[in-house]
């Protein structure tokens, strides 16, 4: 269902008490704001996950997973699965983020298959896409985040597809300081959601929220959020200080 969102991804920081501050300073934050019926989620560390979802049941927020592996239970070291992640009432989880098809060499295939085990432990997927700042250059930028999109979602049927969440993240933005011009990111949001209502129909596509992610701050969130294709943001650095992202969810 299309909601407005404001998701934090906290990548790989903060230590457990400094989590621990800044999961109560921000739900104590929400308290005090009138939430619209819009969402927030927040996306800590694995670690940090319980200790996050015992405090969003007294809360606003609600809390996503930075990422999965596509199984349900195995001999997979280091990893954590979905339904592990349902389990702990965790209602989300990122994947496709550029981080991890850059550093970790996730494929489409892979994502596909983590869309799948998430969608089947009743998690729902945050899909990331986006282009390079080359391939934008080039002028493929439509191509590139239609690609992404075929080939890790494209397959689903319609009842999964309208649960997803897309995140538009140009890897060019994300961590740069440098966001994607309210004009940009109509743009795209508008083409991803064209393209969808090809594949699935215009009342899916209507219905599918499509947040904005790099660089999104206090400064730009506002109106970045106001442009119609634009359902909220998945905010990485500006996630990480209390009043910063507050404001960011105030913009919603
Ligand atoms: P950023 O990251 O807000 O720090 O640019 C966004 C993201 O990677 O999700």
């Known amino acids: 269902m299309r909601k407005k969102i404001v998701a ?34 927040l996306c800590p560390p694995a670690l940090y996950i319980e200790m996050a979802t015992d405090v969003a049941e007294e809360s606003l927020f609600e809390v996503g997973a930075q990422n999965v592996y596509p199984a349900d239970s195995g001999a997979f070291t280091g990893e ?38 998430l969608l089947r432990n009743g ?3 945050i899909f990331c896409c986006g282009e390079t700042l080359p391939e934008r250059e080039a002028g493929n930028h439509f191509r590139i985040v239609e690609d992404q999109l075929i ?30 011009t309210k004009e940009q990111a109509q743009e795209m949001h508008a083409f991803i959601r064209e393209r969808i209502s090809g594949k699935y129909g215009v009342a899916i596509a209507q219905d599918l929220t499509i947040l904005y992610g790099g660089s999104c701050n206090a400064k730009n969130a506002a109106e970045l959020f106001s442009q119609p294709d634009v359902d909220g943001g998945l905010i990485g650095g500006a996630s ?6 507050l404001q960011i969810v105030a913009s919603l």
């Open 8 to 41: 934090g991804n906290w990548k790989m920081n903060k230590t457990f008490e400094e989590a621990e501050e800044l999961i109560t300073e921000i739900a104590d934050g929400l308290d005090e704001m009138d939430l619209n019926g819009h969402g927030v989620i």
């Open 80 to 117: 954590i699965s979905p339904l592990m992640l349902k389990k702990l009432n965790v209602g989300y989880c990122i994947v496709g983020h550029s981080e991890r098809r850059k550093y970790f060499q996730e494929d489409a295939l892979f994502l596909k298959q983590k869309v799948d085990a």
């Open 123 to 125: 998690v729902i997927p």
């Open 151 to 180: 080939a890790s979602l494209f397959h689903l049927d319609a009842a999964d597809f309208s649960k997803i969440i897309i995140a538009y993240e140009p890897v060019w933005a994300i961590g740069t300081g440098v966001n994607a």
């Open 240 to 245: 990480l200080k209390t009043e910063e992202f």
